[in-house]
């Protein structure tokens, strides 16, 4: 048998080898380290998911851009272009600098075959309108003809809405249009938005015809500009922003900005729905490092086998390191597989939220970015648990003692150590690279490692109880299973874990949903009105209350509402005071500039001061209102001053506080006013809700418009209602809340939906994370159950104890997990939605049922081998 | 070649101290076939985990082959093993992922060695299972298990070999054609042999028999000869 050492094989490089041996060693472990694996594919997709498909998103909105805007630069005024904007524009014109324009306004829509009637938003474009991006319609031709005469094209959505056809005519004001065609992809259109506003297009020069821009109207005059491409937007924008806007409120906007403001948009919602991932991937972690537990129990006797035959440690840690990569690897790489599915399905599912059309393409960034983080979550996971066979001791070979001791001699391994070190660091990074601030990341970081800790304490304290609560008493059945749960080596710390977590997921998810989907019930409930007319002058008031009444309707409220400007705070013009902040917003960003400075410290903003307040006048505060400082009107006061009640925010934006005086200028009469209270306003109520509100002596002899808000019995009344007060009072618009309550329900139908969508995916990724905790202690079990056999359990008796062990942790994991989710529903709509909250007991009960249900399947199928061994089996084992 | 020198061990359980073996030693040279007999508890397997470096003892000493295991760490154990030490056990302890030629191969490959493949199947032919390389040891009878266990002992070419209950799982007549195999390997190579067992024939085929009851040798027919 010897050889001579001369003709020995030379020694190779010993880790091909190992590869071949992890390998080979490999071969009936494959299929349950993959399911193992598996638990981190959700994850993996998820984040490839989200993070392909926002890249895309930014793409084609940067691709998009000057289609989305029309043009290069788009001015908008409030008031119409005085002559020395038109005269600017032409010499632009002559200069080489395109332009076209556009008068958008709101208005009530007519059909007179029909009598439909609806709120239109009304876009008048010059011809040349928009230089970029094609405005599509059906037929093709109605687009180009367009200018030819008083042509329209509306939003399809209208001509459902009002039974109208492509020929018949629409009257806007006092003018008649002919439907020649309907919009069928606008550049930039958020498909929702047609459902309350929807658009239609009339030639420009009509708009006079229409009789509906008087004084005190809103809309925006647009001209949109087509730079020659030696022209930088943003030399055009500094030079000519002062003489384009003078003489009126509004901004100039470029391609560019446009752009960076979506992909901050974008931006953000990518974290957010990022860290949902991320979670997922966590979890997925769980799963590995239970079932790698469960895998390294197995390979107890090979490792001992391995160390007899001359392997050190560090190769049985390679091998099985080698085996949890590979299988980590495909995991990860069905990850991604799935994940591309996902991002190709999205913009179908998102179509309608999205203002672009979305090119879908492969991002090898997000790709390898979601493969790298999924291989590298699964190898710290994995590797945890199998670093303790390194410790393995020769041993077993001989002389075999029970899973839990070969493996328990490592507590303080400092390879373990280290290791969970690394995973807390892991965590922590992913946080914080998806977060938009540090203090979200570390937040979000503290809670996942809070909930886990409330987690495992609550198990521990669990197989504690279990522990002193046993009685002799009870039923054989019951203190077995009891007993499972603080035996050595119990999986009761992983099983509550992997259900608490799950339960938490979709426990936050649905609580969150109800609250959401609660308060806005609450409060279309509490609009009594459906119907809200406005824009009503004061003459035409009383001709509109009386077609109110001459039907079976409610008149609700009427709102007076008053147009008006500040002129002065504190005796100090608000020319000065704009020119204050001004200068000393220069003066900090030069000191930035030049380093010397810190933060902005100039919180007043010039916008509050130079905008328009439309105000009411009341005697009473409203329900969506809480007075937070200063005393309500009451008598009038000595000095004759007027009285004026401000929301809080609007206060601190002007810098003004309590007893201070402001002078308005309500179309050219100055009312001296002092501030008297502040108010807190709940702007997302169904009710009309002011900045300034005034003491009714200092407005009443105001010019003014009206809100009236009515209810009619049902939808023919809203019609007919809406109707006759259009046919008789053309500059009135209406607006049909039923519509919007319907559209809004129908929003939220796809929220739920996805949030279902979201319930289910956790629910899914929950199954092989809990089969992974359930296969740690498989063969002890087995073992066990046999052994049970053979001193004659029945099978019931066996399913008995499996049942009292199932049930206990799934409803203790289910609990923990149920008031974790309360508490994580209860901040998020504390501090992202800022809405109250109320526990969901429904769907909260509904969630954990269904996982103690799953734990107890999954507890029963695995152990249904139990019931397939017979006891001989027990016998030959040792 | 093996030295062992006031071996002792002990394991504490809680307040307890059970002292499975006392103050053992003796010296076996090279190429000596050696059985080591006594009953169930007498500690002759926690003798043969010391002797084969698998476990440390509580006091005293082992010299393999000149290298002093008692002072290494487990990881040079291992090394040591993989070298000079080959192993059969009861239950034949095959590896059950692996086939025939691949858990002979494993000791090779642990080191690196090249034509891991050609040597194992030459061993398995020289151990009659020419022919049956590609199986795995759910596939193969008990005696065919614990003879590609004996290719796998000798692929590394060990100075020593250890056997603990090699024919315990076996019937007679193959447990008899197993120690043949192993009597003839032995004269061959000239690699050491010791047999740990409680069945006094296979003893009896020893050339020299180490008797242990309660943890200390009782009587050693070296000695018994000598005297």
């Known amino acids: 048998m010897a050889t001579p050492a001369s003709a020995r094989p030379r020694r190779a490089a010993v880790w091909p080898r190992l590869f071949a041996l992890a390998w080979r060693e490999s071969r009936t472990a494959r299929r349950r380290l993959l399911l193992y694996m598996s638990s981190i594919s959700l994850g993996v997709a998820a984040l490839v998911a989200i993070d392909s498909f926002s890249e895309n998103v930014i793409q084609s909105v940067h691709e998009q851009s000057r289609a989305l805007l029309g043009g290069d630069i788009v001015a908008t005024r409030n008031a119409a272009r005085t002559p020395a904007v038109d005269s600017l524009v032409d010499s632009l014109r002559a200069a080489g600098v395109a332009s076209a324009t556009s008068t958008n306004f709101v208005s009530m829509a007519l059909v007179p075959r029909t009598g439909g009637t609806r709120l239109v938003q009304v876009h008048a474009v010059s011809t040349g309108y928009p230089f970029y991006g094609v405005i599509t319609t059906e037929p093709a031709s109605a687009w180009g003809q367009l200018q030819s005469g008083h042509n329209i094209a509306v939003d399809p959505a209208l001509l459902v809405s009002l039974d109208a056809r492509i020929g018949d005519t629409l009257t806007l004001g006092q003018a008649t249009f002919v439907i020649t065609g309907s919009l069928e992809n606008v550049p930039g259109d958020i498909g929702i938005s047609a459902a309350i506003g929807p658009r239609v297009y009339i030639p420009e020069r009509f708009v006079e015809e229409t009789q509906l821009l008087t004084f005190g109207s809103r809309a925006d005059y647009q001209t949109i500009f087509k730079l020659p491409s030696n022209v930088a937007p943003a030399f055009f924008m500094a030079r000519f922003r002062p003489r384009l806007l003078a003489g009126a409120n509004g901004n100039l906007q470029a391609a560019g900005y446009n752009e960076s403001r979506l992909a901050s948009a974008i931006d953000q919602l990518h974290d957010y729905l990022a860290l949902v991932g991320l979670i997922s991937l966590l979890l997925g972690g769980i799963g590995v490092a239970s079932g790698v537990h469960a895998f390294a129990m197995r390979k107890i006797d090979p490792v001992a086998i391995l160390r007899c035959l001359g392997a050190t440690s560090w190769q049985v840690l390679t091998i099985y390191t080698l085996q949890a990569a590979a299988m980590g690897l495909v995991g990860a790489l069905g990850g991604v597989v799935l994940g591309l599915g996902i991002q190709f399905l999205m913009p179908m599912a998102l179509e309608d939220f999205l203002p672009v059309d979305v090119t879908v393409h492969l991002e090898p960034s997000a790709i390898l970015l979601g493969l790298g983080i999924g291989v590298w979550v699964a190898l710290l996971f994995a590797m945890r648990p199998l670093v303790a066979l390194r410790r393995v001791s020769p041993l077993q070979a001989i002389r075999r003692s029970a899973d839990a001791d070969a493996l328990r001699r490592t507590r303080w391994d400092p390879l373990r150590i280290t290791l969970s070190l690394a995973i807390a660091v892991t965590v922590l990074e992913l946080g914080l690279s998806r977060a938009d601030t540090i203090q979200r990341g570390v937040a979000f970081t503290a809670g996942i490692a809070g909930a886990i800790g409330i987690l495992w304490m609550s198990a521990a304290a669990l197989s504690w109880t279990a522990r002193r609560m046993l009685r002799p008493t009870w039923p054989f059945p019951l203190r077995q299973g009891v007993a499972s749960l603080y035996r050595p080596g119990n999986q009761t710390r992983a099983v509550v874990l992997a259900l608490g977590f799950g339960v938490f997921l979709m426990g936050t998810l649905y609580q969150v949903q109800h609250n959401i989907l609660t308060s806005l019930d609450n409060r279309l409930g509490e609009a009594r009105a459906n119907v809200v007319f406005f824009d009503v002058q004061d003459a035409q008031k009383p001709g509109i209350d009386s077609i109110i009444r001459a039907g079976t309707n409610e008149l609700i409220e009427e709102t007076p509402i008053v147009a008006m400007r500040i002129s002065a705070i504190n005796g100090r013009p608000t020319t000065d005071i704009v020119a204050d902040i001004e200068r000393e917003r220069r003066e900090q960003r030069a000191a930035r500039e030049e380093g010397r400075g810190g933060e902005r410290r100039e919180r007043r903003g010039p916008w509050a001061l130079r905008r328009e307040f439309r105000s009411t006048y009341r005697d009473s505060l409203t329900r969506s209102e809480e007075l937070v400082a200063g005393k309500w009107f009451t008598a009038p006061l000595p000095n004759g001053l007027g009285q004026v009640s401000l929301d809080s925010s609007v206060a601190r934006e002007l810098g003004v506080k309590l007893n201070d005086t402001i002078s308005w200028n309500v179309q050219g009469v100055q009312v001296p006013t002092v501030v008297t209270s502040l108010r807190e306003v709940k702007w997302s109520t169904f009710a009309p809700n002011f900045f300034a509100v005034f003491d009714p002596a200092s407005l009443a002899k105001a010019p003014k418009q009206f809100a009236i808000l009515v209810r009619a019995p049902d939808a023919t009344a809203i019609a007919r209602l809406q109707r006759d007060v259009i046919a008789k009072y053309g500059s009135v618009s209406s607006l049909d809340l039923t519509l919007v309550q319907k559209t809004v329900t129908d929003v939220l139908g796809k929220v739920i939906m996805a949030v279902r969508f979201l319930a289910l995916i956790s629910l899914g990724l929950s199954v092989p994370v809990l089969f992974s905790a359930v296969a740690a202690t498989r063969r002890e079990r087995l073992r066990e159950g046999v052994l049970l056999k053979t001193l004659g359990a029945t099978r019931r008796q066996i399913g008995r104890i499996m049942l009292a062990e199932y049930a206990l942790l799934g409803t203790l994991g289910a609990l923990t997990g149920m008031l974790l989710s309360t508490g994580s529903a209860w901040a998020t709509m504390h501090w992202v939605f800022r809405q109250p909250f109320s526990p969901a007991i429904g769907p909260a009960v509904m969630v954990a049922g269904a996982m103690i249900a799953l734990s107890v399947a999954i507890g029963l199928l695995t152990g249904r081998e139990v019931f397939a061994e017979t006891p001989m089996a027990a016998l030959r084992a040792n | ?227």
Do not use: W
């Open chain 2, 1 to 227: 070649m093996l030295i062992a020198r006031d071996l002792s061990k002990e394991y504490r359980s809680g307040d307890n101290t059970l002292a499975v073996l006392r103050d053992v030693s003796f010296s076996i040279p090279q190429g000596a076939l050696v059985a080591i007999v006594g009953p169930s508890g007498s500690g002759k397997t926690t003798l043969l985990g010391l002797l084969a470096g698998l476990d440390a003892p509580t006091s005293g000493q082992v010299i393999l082959d000149g290298a002093d295991m008692t002072a290494m760490d487990e990881d040079q154990r291992a090394q040591l093993r993989g070298e000079k030490v080959g192993f059969v056990f009861q239950s034949f302890q095959l590896i059950s992922t692996l086939t025939a030629l691949e858990n002979v191969q494993v000791p090779l490959e642990l080191r690196g060695e090249r034509g891991a493949g050609e040597r194992a199947a030459e061993l398995l032919r020289r151990v009659g299972l020419g022919d049956r390389l590609d199986h795995f040891p759910t596939q193969l009878s008990g005696g065919e298990q614990q003879r590609v266990a004996i290719a796998r002992a000798f692929a590394n070419e060990p100075r020593i070999l250890f056997a603990d209950e090699p024919t315990g799982n076996l019937d007679s007549e193959t447990g008899a054609r197993i120690v043949e195999l192993l009597e003839s390997l032995n004269r061959e190579s000239a690699t050491t042999i010791v047999l740990v067992t409680h069945d006094l024939t296979l003893a009896a085929r020893a050339e020299r028999v180490i008797r242990m009851s309660d943890g200390r040798v009782v009587s050693d027919t070296l000695s018994e000869v000598a005297v």
